[in-house]
Structure formats: structure tokens, C-alpha cells
């Protein structure tokens, strides 16, 4: 689940970047 507080959101944006994706490109493209 994402979550809807901004900050929050970006922490989990920026851990799911490092550990799962190369781009955020790629990261939007499997989260639809």
C-alpha cells in the first residue's frame, strides 16, 4: 500500500528507488 502523507510517501518513493528499481521511470511503469 502507498502511503498518502507526503513526507512519508517520499521516504518510501526514495527506499523503494534504492532497493527494488533502477529509475523511477521503472518504479511508475510496475506500479501502474
Given at each position: ?16 528507488l ?15
Amino acid at each position: 500500500m502507498i502511503p498518502k502523507d507526503p513526507m512519508i510517501l517520499l521516504s518510501y518513493v526514495n527506499t523503494q528507488l534504492r532497493d527494488y528499481y533502477e529509475s523511477l521511470e521503472a518504479l511508475c511503469t510496475c506500479r501502474g
